[in-house]
């Protein structure tokens, strides 16, 4: 007799042959497995620090080895950016044509972001796990420009970075105005200027030794030429500075680590004409300006410091003849205002 499914009939015939139904392997249906969300630990996964990002494909170094990774379905929708420790599971041989997989990002100890614009909340992470930003900005060729150090400045503040004011071609123009500006807020700097020997670079090498610091700037600014004279084998491309705009042509096109003899990292970003700072908050940028605080706390609660009875108007001009006090609160009020997409970055 069948019964239905067949089941009354394999137990007969199960039985003649001195077999229960504990001896029959049934497999399973599809989708009859549990999910789950556990993911494989990869424990045995070699921890590698991430160089240089291109289309997809990380240059990850693993001891003294470079090798080419792409990210793990595991690791979902986790980024991976320069300056990242990770760790790689597959073939980690770095041998031509290998690939591995990037299974894991570590905990970073910091993170510098940006955004399109002001007005656009959504960050960008650019580096990950430095802990200095040298903000390379030049004393001619182009001119300076401090509202964009001033967003440099904010966005250090905001990841936690230390940030070094790095002047350039102080053999075409002088540091004076930059100095007194910045001078009192406590910024270190270094002022550089061509040729770049190893005496003029030694400030630098001291301030980026056996550390991962970022070099951000204008385009034009010599960031290039400055990675080159510290690291002769980066071999970043120089660009020249247009005579009708005054501005700088893009030499690089991706941020990458670069490791400096002696110990310490520096990452080489592109050069940049704007900086949004859409995802800081208005009082963490207010913060970045330390050196307006004393007007800040003669604000009342909730002042969004654009008021026409704003406090800090008249705490600068009880300040007397500190026409750098003005220039710093009209920044400042320039930064607000782009965020809530009033004026222009």
């Not at 770095?94 to 614009?117: H, I, N, Q, W």
């Not at 609660?301 to 800090?312: R, Y």
């Amino acid at each position: 007799m069948v019964g239905n499914g067949g089941g009354p009939a394999l137990s007969s015939r199960a039985s003649h042959a001195g077999l229960d139904e504990d001896d029959v392997r049934v497999r399973p249906g599809r989708g009859s497995r549990p999910r789950t969300r556990r993911r494989p630990a990869h424990e045995g996964a070699a921890q590698a620090f991430v160089v240089a990002v291109d289309r997809g494909r990380y240059r990850c170094l693993v001891g003294d080895r470079m090798v080419t990774a792409m990210t793990a379905r595991e690791l979902g929708r986790k980024g991976v950016v320069v300056g990242d420790t990770v760790a790689l599971a597959g073939d980690v041989s770095g041998a031509p044509g290998s690939l591995a997989r990037v299974v894991r990002v570590e905990p970073r100890t910091s993170v510098l972001r940006r955004s399109a614009d002001d007005t656009d909340p959504v960050e960008r992470v650019i580096v990950a796990n430095a802990s200095q930003l040298i903000i390379v900005c030049a004393l001619a060729d182009p001119p300076p420009r401090p509202r964009l150090i001033d967003r440099f400045l904010v966005a250090a503040f905001d990841a936690g970075l230390t940030p070094l004011l790095c002047l350039t071609k102080s053999d075409l123009g002088t540091p004076d105005a930059l100095l007194a500006a910045y001078g009192p807020l406590g910024v270190p700097h270094v002022v550089i200027g061509r040729p770049l020997t190893a005496t003029v670079l030694a400030p630098v090498r001291e301030h980026a030794a056996g550390r991962i610091s970022v070099l951000v700037g204008h385009s034009g600014v010599g960031k290039s030429t400055l990675v080159n004279a510290l690291i002769p084998e980066a071999e970043r491309a120089v660009g020249e500075v247009s005579p009708v705009t005054g501005r700088g042509r893009h030499t690089s096109s991706s941020a990458v680590a670069l490791p400096l003899p002696g110990g310490g990292w520096i990452i080489d970003t592109p050069g940049l004409r704007g900086f949004g700072l859409g995802h800081v908050a208005p009082d963490r940028v207010v913060r970045a300006f330390p050196d307006l605080a004393g007007g800040v706390a003669a604000c009342p609660p909730g002042c969004t410091h654009l008021e026409p009875d704003c406090a800090l108007d008249d705490w600068v001009r009880d300040q007397g003849s500190d026409i750098r006090l003005a220039a710093r609160l009209d920044s400042l009020r320039r930064l607000l205002r782009s965020r809530e997409g009033a004026e222009p970055a």
